[in-house]
């Protein structure tokens, strides 16, 4: 994959606090992790609860339920965010 590819993050809501809302501070670690290596991140909500999916050139290549992400990291030691970089980096 390029260097500098367009990655869509679609991500859903999730329940905290008794409150379902779509929120971003689990994805801070993704989008610092996929900037940091020199893509394009846009966000995207969707309805489908709990899911975080990347879609690269029209194709869906990872997903994973939102809540299992680290919560405000930067995506270093989250074994997802690694993992969902290696899915971009093998893309095409």
């Known amino acids: 994959m ?13 329940e ?9 501070p689990r994805l801070e670690g993704l989008k610092c992790m996929l900037t940091g290596d020199g893509h394009t991140v ?5 309805q489908d609860w709990n899911k975080v ?18 919560y405000g990291s930067d995506g270093e030691l989250d074994p ?6 290696q899915s971009v980096r093998k893309a095409f």
């Open 2 to 14: 390029p260097v500098n590819a367009r990655v869509l993050i679609h991500y859903g809501p999730y």
């Open 80 to 85: 997802l965010c690694k993992e969902a970089l």
């Open 16 to 24: 905290a606090c008794g409150i379902v809302d779509h929120r971003q």
């Open 53 to 70: 999916e990347l879609w690269v050139n029209g194709e869906k290549i990872f997903t994973c339920d939102i809540r299992n992400l680290d």
């Open 42 to 46: 846009e966000t995207v909500e969707i």
